[in-house]
C-alpha cells in the first residue's frame, strides 16, 4: 500500500517552505535544471517576456546582509509593484484563516511581539534559503505578459519540487529593489515582478508545518455541461 503522502502528485505535493537549511547549497547543476523546466512555461505568441536573475553563494549572502541592515533601519518596503491596499473581503477572509493557521503552527502567540519580530526577520532573509530567483519585466510590457510571467513563478516552484527542491514565492524578498538592482547588476528598465526562495527546507522546522487549503473544486470552478 502506498504511502499517503507518497502518493501525493507533484501539485498536491508542493507547498511554500518558510525555512531553509543554510549550510546545504544548491548544486549548479540542479539550479540549471530547475530553470530550464521553469522556461517550458507558455507564454502569448512564445514572447518569453521573463527576464531571470539568480542569486546565491556569496551574492546572495550580500543581498541577505544588506536586507537585514535595511530592515533594522526601518527602512519602508519600496517595492517596483504597489501593494494592493484592500482585498475583496471574502479574500481578505481566506488571508486571515490561513496566517491563523501559519502563526499556531509556528508555535507564535498574537501577543510574542518577540517571536512575531523573529519570524518578520526570518521573512526579509529570504527565510535562510540558499538561492533566489528574481523574476523582471520589461516596463513597457502589459497585463497580458505579466500573466506569463505569474505562468513562469508557477513553473518555477513545480520545477523545484521535481527536483527535490524546496520553495517559496516571496513578496518579501523583492522589498529592496534598489538593492537587487545593484547586487545583480538590474537594469533599470527592467521591473522587478516576484521573488522565489529556493532551497531545501528544513522538515522538522515549526515554520514549514503549516499547509495551506483550498477552496471546494464546485465552489471555484464552473462546470456547464
Ligand atoms: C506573489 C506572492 C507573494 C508571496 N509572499 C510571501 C511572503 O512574503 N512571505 C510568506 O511567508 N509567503 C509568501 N507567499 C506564499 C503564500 O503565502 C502561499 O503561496 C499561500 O499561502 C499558499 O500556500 P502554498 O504555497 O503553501 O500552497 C507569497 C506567494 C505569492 C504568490
Known sequence: MNH???SKNLFQRRKSHRKFDKNQPIPQ???ENILTDALRAPS???TQPWEVFVAAGST???IREAYLAAFDRSEPYNTDVPVPKEWPEYM???SIRNSIHMFECMGIDREDEK???LNRRNNISFFDGTALVIICQE???TDWSTMDLGTFAGYLVLAAEHHEVQSVPAFNSIAYPQILREKLSIPDHLILRSGVVLGYAVEDSPYNEHSSEREALHQMVH???
Open 44 to 46: 502569448w505568441s512564445n
Open 29 to 31: 547543476t540542479t539550479l
Open 60 to 62: 546572495l549572502e550580500e
Open 139 to 141: 516596463r513597457s510590457l
Open 115 to 117: 517571536a512575531r519580530e
Open 223 to 225: 462546470f456547464l455541461n
Open 92 to 94: 481578505q477572509e481566506r
Open 4 to 6: 499517503p503522502v507518497e
